[in-house]
Structures are given as structure tokens and as C-alpha cells.
Nanobody, 114 residues
Framework: QVQLVESGGGLVQPGGSLRLSCAAS????????MRWVRQAPGKGLEWVSS????????YYADSVKGRFTISRDNAKNTLYLQMNSLKPEDTAVYYC???????GGQGTQVTVSS
């Protein structure tokens, strides 16, 4: 079955960087667009970024544009999110999702705090 395992989160100071990974299995990763979404404490899911199946087209929420970079390695069935210039408002649980589906993994916690 479809399995998405997020990793790479942690505690970082404002202005710092983190790189999230999402290991995919149970489906043909290379033919699906993928997304990162996040959920801040007490809030709903927020779309962060998307990438097409080949990695040639990327899309970002205005709140992260210019700071985050989404990428993928289809040979490794892995999705990435490079996050730079992190802000306290980026604090959330980050999830990856296949296509337009709801995230199914446990997510990875990102906390930005001094």
C-alpha cells in the first residue's frame, strides 16, 4: 500500500535551515505530482508547495516563495523540501502527499524558535 515517511524536522532558530525528506513506496512515484502541506498548532492543513512528476514545474505558497525549494529524486522515490530563512510562523507539522490526496504519513515536526 501507499506509504509516505517524512523526516528531517527539528528545532531551529529563526533564519536557520532544514531539509525535509519524504520516502515514498507502494506506488509508482515517478508518475505522480507531489505536494508538501503543513499544519500549525490549532490550524488546518495549509498547502506549501507542489512539484510535477518529472520535477520540471514547481509551485509555492506566497508565504514560502523565495525561501523554500521543492525537489524530487525519482530514482530514489524521494521528495524533498529545502527550507531556508525559517521564521517562527513556519512552525508546523509538515506532511508530503501524493497527487491531490490527503497526507497519509505521520509528518515531521518543524519548530522555529530562539
Amino acid at each position: 500500500q501507499v506509504q509516505l515517511v517524512e523526516s528531517g524536522g527539528g528545532l531551529v532558530q529563526p533564519g536557520g535551515s532544514l531539509r525535509l525528506s519524504c520516502a515514498a513506496s507502494g506506488f509508482t512515484f515517478s508518475i505522480y505530482a507531489m505536494r508538501w502541506v503543513r499544519q500549525a498548532p490549532g490550524k488546518g492543513l495549509e498547502w506549501v508547495s507542489s512539484i510535477d512528476s518529472a520535477g520540471g514545474s514547481t509551485y509555492y505558497a506566497d508565504s514560502v516563495k523565495g525561501r523554500f525549494t521543492i525537489s524530487r529524486d525519482n530514482a530514489k522515490n524521494t521528495l524533498y523540501l529545502q527550507m531556508n530563512s525559517l521564521k517562527p510562523e513556519d512552525t508546523a507539522v509538515y506532511y508530503c502527499a501524493k497527487g491531490g490526496e490527503r497526507p497519509g504519513g505521520q509528518g515531521t515536526q518543524v519548530t522555529v524558535s530562539s
